[in-house]
């Protein structure tokens, strides 16, 4: 027979280290939602209380969607981390630290919260949003809030499908989720925002060849192309991969396309989730200043960064706690 487990004995762990919904797929509506938080003490505590009620606001809009795919994290920034939490900062957490290349540069810009949303549609995100922005109400100040969409079969507004070398089974949560090397933060994520905008005109002027060898994918069925030999120009793909003597480190991007057309702004919303903060920096530093410099990534030619921005998206426990 088999032995019964105490009341609230082993499983509490697992329970603490329960991520938020970092492991979603991609959707066809998506928002990256970044506010500023304000230091006074009252504002804190608002935004305290609503953090620690993040799963209830986000079931009030997900059990609406037949679906089930209504997502939301969020996200702390460092400035903010030991005023909202009152607790040491995760590890590696730091602002986002800019990247000055010979010809690119890699912003550092500011951002306390990032609500990161995704649905099978625009409504529940807008609805979300709304819901938790009227909660939040003068505590926070709005950042910057970029609507991304679906566009065809996962493309970006480059043309080429983004997302590809994902790790997906188990390999997700190893690349994604903070272990025992800081236990305080197990479960956690961190997670690093960029808005890209895009020179179109310049883009669509190239050969479809030239596209494919920055990104190092083919363009219509998305086949990987051999990484080019040392010390030539390497693609975008081969200046993210990092290797060391423990093998590949994959991080986990959930990319979506934004777009004005009427401003002429087309863009990618890069957004990279790591177990590792270090693995995104050295990924930013290969396109920005080169492997080896000045052979920077070429999609930068085509891609300006806007934001820059570095949050840790703490485990759901972690998050329900600052309500208490
Ligand atoms: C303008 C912004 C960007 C665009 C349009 C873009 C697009 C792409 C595309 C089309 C691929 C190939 C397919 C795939 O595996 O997803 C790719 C791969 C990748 N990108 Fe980006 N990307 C952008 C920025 C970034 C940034 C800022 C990082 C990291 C800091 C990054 C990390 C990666 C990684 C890790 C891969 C997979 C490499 C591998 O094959 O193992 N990307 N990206």
């Not at 938020?20 to 505590?45: K, T």
């Not at 800081?182 to 479960?187: I, S, W």
């Not at 905008?197 to 192309?225: C, F, P």
Request: proline letters at 7%.
């Amino acid at each position: 027979m088999a032995t019964p487990i105490a009341p609230n004995a082993t499983i509490a762990p697992a329970v603490d280290a329960e991520p938020q919904a970092i492991d979603a797929p991609l959707s066809v509506a998506a928002a990256f939602l970044v506010l500023g938080v304000r230091d006074d003490a009252a504002s804190i505590a608002t935004v305290r209380a609503v953090l620690g009620s993040t799963d209830d606001l986000i079931k009030n809009v997900a059990v609406r969607d037949i679906s089930n795919t209504f997502t939301v994290n969020v996200g702390i920034g460092h400035r903010a981390w030991s005023a909202l939490t009152g607790q040491p900062p995760p590890r590696e957490l730091t602002p986002f630290k800019q990247i000055q290349g010979a010809k690119h540069t890699a912003v550092s810009t500011p951002g306390d919260l990032l609500y990161h949303v995704r649905a099978r549609s625009m409504d529940l995100v807008v609805e979300f949003e709304r819901l938790l922005l009227d909660a939040l109400g003068d505590a926070v100040v709005p950042v910057d809030d970029v609507a991304g969409f679906r566009y065809f079969d996962g493309r970006d507004l480059l043309g080429f499908v983004d997302g590809t070398a994902n790790p997906n089974g188990l390999a997700l949560p190893a690349a994604t989720l903070v272990g025992d090397e800081d236990p305080a933060h197990a479960g956690g994520s961190y997670v690093v925002i960029q808005k890209y905008l895009h020179d179109l005109q310049a883009w669509r002027a190239q050969q479809v060849e030239s596209q494919e060898r920055i990104v190092g994918r083919t363009k219509y069925d998305n086949v990987e192309l051999p990484d080019a030999a040392a010390p030539e120009q390497k693609s975008h793909k081969t200046l993210c991969t990092i290797t060391d003597a423990q093998g590949e480190h994959d991080i986990l991007r959930d990319n979506m396309p934004f777009a004005n057309p009427g401003r002429g702004e087309y863009g990618t919303y890069f957004i990279g989730y790591s177990r590792r903060l270090w693995v995104i920096e050295k990924m930013l530093e290969r396109m920005f200043i080169g492997d080896p410099p000045p052979l920077h990534d070429r999609i930068l030619d085509f891609s300006t960064a806007t934001t820059g921005v570095v949050f840790f998206a703490p485990a759901r426990a972690f998050l329900a706690g600052l309500g208490d």
